[in-house]
C-alpha cells in the first residue's frame, strides 16, 4: 500500500500521523526506489483511537521486540511505547503497514533517542 492509498484508509481519522521511513525519505531527497511497505508513525495516546477507528477493516497487531499480539477488545492499547503496529486485511494477507509508534508526553510529540526533547503535534 503506498502513502497516498494508506492516506485514504486514514480518512477521517482525526489524530495525527505521519509517513516515515523509506517513502520520506524519497520525498526529502528525491532519491527513488523500491519500496516494499509504507511506514508511517502515531502519537502513543492516539493508540485506543486508532484501534478504534480500523476496527472492522483491517487487523492491527502490536509487534514488541519480534513477539505479536492483536490488539482490540483484549488489548486496547500498547505496553511498550516505543513497539510498532503491522496491518493486515486478514490472518492469511501480507502485512501492508508497518507503524513504528511515536511516545508522547501528554500528547506532545517526543524524541525517542532524547526523551527531553517534545514538541506539539500537528493536528
Request: hydrophobic share 40%; net charge negative.
Amino acid at each position: 500500500m503506498e502513502p497516498s492509498e494508506f492516506a485514504e484508509e486514514m480518512s477521517g481519522f482525526d489524530r495525527p500521523w505521519w509517513v516515515v521511513g523509506g517513502w520520506a525519505i524519497e520525498a526529502a531527497t528525491g532519491y527513488r526506489r523500491e519500496h516494499e511497505d509504507t511506514d508511517v508513525s502515531m502519537l502513543v495516546c492516539d493508540v485506543p483511537a486508532f484501534v478504534e477507528f480500523m476496527k472492522g477493516r483491517w487487523h492491527v497487531w502490536n509487534n514488541v521486540g519480534g513477539v505479536l499480539h492483536p490488539l482490540g477488545d483484549r488489548w486496547a492499547t500498547v505496553d511498550e511505547p516505543a513497539s510498532q503496529f503491522w496491518l493486515r486485511s486478514d490472518a492469511a494477507s501480507p502485512w501492508i503497514v508497518d507503524i513504528p509508534l511515536t511516545p508522547d508526553a501528554g500528547g506532545l510529540w517526543t524524541n525517542k533517542f532524547l526523551p527531553g526533547h517534545v514538541a506539539p503535534s500537528r493536528r
